[in-house]
């Protein structure tokens, strides 16, 4: 994801798209957050989307077992119609963002289902995952991950905000 002076398994990031991804999963505690980040280079736009995780729980509780606290979901529709009209605007996805209420910056095993689910690889290839931890409402960590083909898995990678 890095560019030729970026060292592999690094991805720039313009401070102003980290800030803004950061600031949304603080003002979103104690629910997770959730999101996307569309463009290329510095031009990078964060898009938050609504965390549908509470409204799945309260109407199918013995399908979605936890809420929004320990949980996100896109509404696939609202998805795919933001990812379609960014791409043919020429800003493709980046990345896919969320949160970590009260947990540590880790992709868990729900993580790597949602993005990749067994036998298919990932549904977004070339996209890099961004999970930001966030205690008693104050930022503590941010990681990310991103594809590997040679593993069949998701790898930590380092992410480098840039001014």
Not at 7 to 12: D, F, L, M, Q, R
Not at 140 to 148: I, K, L, N
């Amino acid at each position: 994801m890095g560019s030729d002076s970026t060292p592999p398994g690094t991805w720039e990031i313009p401070s102003a798209a980290y800030e803004a991804m950061a600031a949304r999963a603080v003002a979103d505690y104690p629910e997770e957050t959730c999101g996307l980040v569309f463009g290329s280079g510095d031009d990078l736009e964060v898009v938050p989307l609504r965390n549908i995780q509470n409204d799945l729980h309260r109407k199918f509780p013995d399908v979605y077992r936890r809420d929004a606290r320990t949980a996100y979901e896109f509404d696939t529709m609202e998805k795919e119609a933001v990812i379609n009209r960014h791409e043919a605007a020429g800003r493709p996805l980046r990345a896919i963002y969320h949160s970590h209420p009260d947990h540590d910056a880790y992709f868990s095993p729900t993580d790597r289902e949602a993005a990749a689910p067994p036998g298919w690889g990932p549904i977004h290839p070339g996209v890099v995952y961004l999970v930001f931890s966030v205690y008693e409402g104050k930022l503590r960590a941010a990681a990310g991950f991103e594809w590997s083909e040679e593993a069949q898995d998701f790898r930590e990678i380092t992410i480098a905000r840039k001014s």
